[in-house]
């Protein structure tokens, strides 16, 4: 009979380590946020080195920061690291019948843009929102939270006009709005100019 899976040798370790190290025992969510926002810019950064090693130990160690706070929930007793596994698949199954439903179900929706439009209806009905900025946290960069309120104002049909002055904000919203418009994520864009100016 085949041993637990590295998925389960994981959580196995992580429920360990919380019993028996001494600093790691000590931690919880708060203590830990710090953490999961530093391994999600260097697991950005791995993606721009285009170094395909650099960002499979990035990955872990993002991983490793959420497997923390599942087994944080789990001593309280508020869900299991399992849990947080299954909720991720379900959500996966449930926004994408296309490939998980009916055969023959949604056979039209073979491109990605069709794709994602189907996956903003699911979760359009799974959580509704009563304004483009119902969800989104106030301490996205801003670079990307206006690339996200533009999006969602887009994909409502509700009008957006972008000032025309001299203000900075208003010009910076206007480059998002041109980036967006030339199909570019603005916030890759300003990183990829940064590191340009930047000495070799």
């Known amino acids: 009979m085949p041993g637990p899976g590295p998925l389960e040798q994981f959580r196995d370790d992580m429920r360990r380590l919380r019993a028996e190290c001494a600093w ?38 993002l991983l490793l920061q959420i497997g923390f706070h599942a087994v ?40 990605a843009a069709s794709v994602n439009e189907l996956w903003e209806s699911v979760k359009a009905q799974e959580k509704p929102r009563d304004s483009v900025l119902d969800g989104l946290p106030p301490g996205l960069p801003a670079l990307l939270l206006a690339d996200k309120v533009l999006d969602r104002a887009e994909r409502a049909g ?9 203000d900075l904000g208003d010009r910076l919203l206007a480059l998002v709005a041109e980036a967006r418009a030339a199909g570019v994520d603005p916030e890759h864009a300003l990183r990829d100019a940064v590191r340009r100016v930047l000495p070799a």
């Not at 509700?158 to 001299?166: E, H, K």
Request: charged letters at 35%.
């Open 158 to 166: 509700t009008p957006v006009t972008i000032p025309a002055g001299d």
């Open 72 to 111: 944080i929930a789990e001593e309280a007793g508020e869900y299991t690291f399992d849990d947080v596994v299954q909720g991720i698949v379900d959500k996966l199954r449930r926004r994408n019948p296309h490939v998980f439903g009916p055969d023959g179900e949604l056979a039209g929706v073979t491109d």
């Open 24 to 61: 790691k025992r000590e931690q919880t969510h708060e203590s830990l946020r710090r953490y999961l926002v530093e391994e999600s810019w260097e697991t950005l950064e791995a993606i721009d080195s285009g170094d395909s090693d650099h960002l499979r130990e990035e990955l872990g160690d």
